[in-house]
């Protein structure tokens, strides 16, 4: 018995690295059918179209990244150690799976309106953290989100220099650093060690 959650596997593998190598719009179902090593019409009963695959692709890995970056943040107690977190964890993930991020990165400003208003996201996540700490006093009140612009930027840019090859080392190389530039920017100390 064929297993075609294995085959689709492959299918979002393959199309994953040719988007990041050729585009989505510069990507062919043919070229997706003979990199999985299946027929054209093999594809077909998986996804609808190619742009359906890329939407799949984008909603589907970004869901799950948010997601488990807000289970490495909840638990953390101060918002020091919240952000160090998340800035790990989106570290962590770029290194391992530097395509998925290239893709997730490269695609984002098409395929994020296909989240719904209702879905979990960075920004969304950020935006409660801060309006969570301006509430408590512990940062001054001014518009959370140009707070999370501070932490989306330092992180995101940092990562675009390596999708366009602008830094060749990995991220966890210079996850310290950009913990202490966001905290730095946003005038917090950072967090003390556990012993």
Excluded: W
């Excluded at 359906?52 to 638990?75: C, D, G, H, I, K």
């Excluded at 950020?126 to 140009?146: G, M």
Aim: proline share 4%; net charge positive.
């Amino acid at each position: 018995m064929r297993d075609g959650s294995l085959t689709k596997k492959r299918i979002e593998r393959c199309a994953l690295e040719l988007f990041v190598q050729k585009g989505i719009d510069g990507t062919t179902i043919r070229d997706i059918a003979g990199a999985a090593k299946i027929a054209e019409g093999a594809l077909y009963r998986h996804f609808k179209s190619k742009d359906e695959l890329a939407q799949s692709l984008f909603v589907n890995s970004y869901a799950e990244f948010v997601t488990q970056a807000q289970a490495v943040v909840r638990p953390q107690e101060t918002l020091e150690k919240k952000l160090t977190g998340m800035v790990e964890y989106f570290c962590k993930r770029f290194d391992e799976d530097p395509i998925l991020f290239h893709y997730l990165l490269l695609s984002q400003h098409n395929q994020v309106a296909f989240l719904s208003q209702t879905d979990i996201n960075a920004h969304k996540v950020l935006l409660n953290l801060f309006e969570q700490a301006i509430q408590q006093s512990l940062l001054p009140k001014k518009d959370p989100a140009l707070y999370v612009n501070v932490v989306l930027g330092i992180v995101l840019q940092s990562a675009m220099s390596r999708v366009y090859k602008r830094i060749h080392r990995p991220m966890m190389d210079d996850c310290k650093f950009l913990v202490q530039a966001i905290l730095n920017a946003l005038n917090l100390a950072p967090p003390k060690k556990s012993k």
